[in-house]
């Protein structure tokens, strides 16, 4: 048995999960950011054990305990810098903290990369051995899986995908200071910055001229419009597909994946989306990577990181990967 | 001990190596590409042989032998695709006949990653466990390595970074079939590319004219006008600075290299070209990445093949990757 937790500022997302990593049992608890949040551990190793007891089992019955954070991880000492959304600050060292709390080996990775490695294992990923997640949410973020492991790099910055420049006339500052970032024209702050931006260039009638207007525009509506055939919400759509595609032909003849899965709320837009980028993709693609690498919406939803954080174990303990 | 050669189109460089990937005795043969290139694999066997035999030693006595060659290769099988300066044609598994022929453990890859894993354990890479390398010949080619593993990807279609998109204009055609790519601006011959481009746009005076003219220029050439002051050949090289840098911010973000190591025969331009580079891609990378990457230039030259083929060996036999 695993244990497996996805901590996130509002919920944990914890599960009991078997060494093929199918989930025994889930639940969530509260995140408690109070206190600068030291709450939130023994939170979940408390939770842990009264759940392993409901399925007559105890710590000691399991091989580790993956953890995801939502902040930047130094992976091999298993140390967090900071996470604003738990009310954490400076650098904790996550994993010897866990260690101690539960006895058992930890491991400890930010959230897009134990989505990513959910999906990897038990969704859209199917197990290959190379494989990439873009998410696109507020940001877009993501990782990167080759040989069948995580890729972090040399600082933990491998799988920024929001900050390749695909934008070349530069027009949305991002938030990491530089300009013209996939992250400006792909999230769904990077769809109303496109819609906001082509609907006072080109003045098109659209059933979003309201929303515009009023300044309360939401990428969900811009994707709605376009699959119910509204001319500019789709002609929005269809450069939001070319960023991401030129993104994705750079992705594939760097790494080669096998699959390249579309997570996060912009990826609700589901075959919509892929279908407008694959047109780019292909044209835009070295033939022999295009050839290899299939785009796919995830499929692990909210559990993903759950169950990566759980693969982490499989990963490092089980697999003995260094 | 372990046998390693890199296998090229007018000599194989062969050499015998220690398990920390020191040469022991290095030599070269000529390569017969007669009958289709049958004879090449006996041949090296046999200079292998006789070349351990000055050594007091015998083929029983290495741990497996590293060959590189200049082809696509699936790695898994070792099976090469076609190697038209080897005069090899279709499929042939290299590994299976040299096992035969050898009776030990053969892994076999291409000449771009065998080099970047010579780079890697024994010259600019300082065995850091993430290193990219950058080939410019006349073409773009390299090899990436993640977690002291060279990244393959599904098909072995990763570390083309030569068909990285990055001539936004698409002035020149590629020999892949695209525009734009880095290969058709970085490499000597995209060196030449920009170079007659420009000039027909500028006119500026040049002390490059009458080689523009007589259309005999070489890469080497614009190299030394601009380190001579030349500001047209300046203006030049700024340029293809300018588009591997953008290049380097790419591969900054999604492998997070602690190097981008720059070889091939364009390198020899050295820290002139380094320099250039640094400047674009300070401004226009992620800033996490680039405070953790370095460019350097690679300085292993020819024994980087052989090195990096005997890495193989040290890499999948000794340490049992997979």
Known sequence: MILAADIGGTTCKLGIVDNDLNIIKKWEIVTNTED???????????SFVKHLATVNLKIEDCAGVGLGVPGPVDFESGTINGAINLNWHGKINIKSQFEKLSGLPVYVDNDANVATLGEKFKGAGRNEANVVCVTLGTGVGGGAISNHQLVHGATGAAGEFGHI??????RFACNCGKRGCLETVASATGVVNLT????????????????????????????????????????????????LAFAFSIISVMTNPKYIIIGGGVSRAGQFLVDHIETYYKTM?????????????????????????AGLIKTYVMEGNK
């Not at 420049?165 to 530069?170: A, G, R, Y």
């Not at 906001?196 to 990428?219: G, H, N, P, R, W």
């Not at 693609?285 to 954080?309: C, Q, R, Y």
């Open 285 to 309: 693609t070295f033939a022999p990577a295009a050839e290899s690498t299939k785009i796919v919406t995830a499929t692990l939803g909210n559990d993903a990181g759950m169950i990566g954080a």
């Open 196 to 243: 906001y931006y082509y609907y006072e260039e080109l003045q098109f009638e659209t059933v979003l001229k309201d929303a515009i207007q009023e300044k309360s525009l939401q990428a969900k509506m811009v994707f709605d419009a376009a699959k119910d055939g509204d001319e500019f919400a789709l002609y929005v759509i269809k450069k939001v597909a070319k960023h």
């Open 36 to 46: 600068n949040g030291t709450h939130i551990l023994k939170n979940v190793y408390d």
């Open 165 to 170: 420049t695909v934008d070349t006339k530069q």
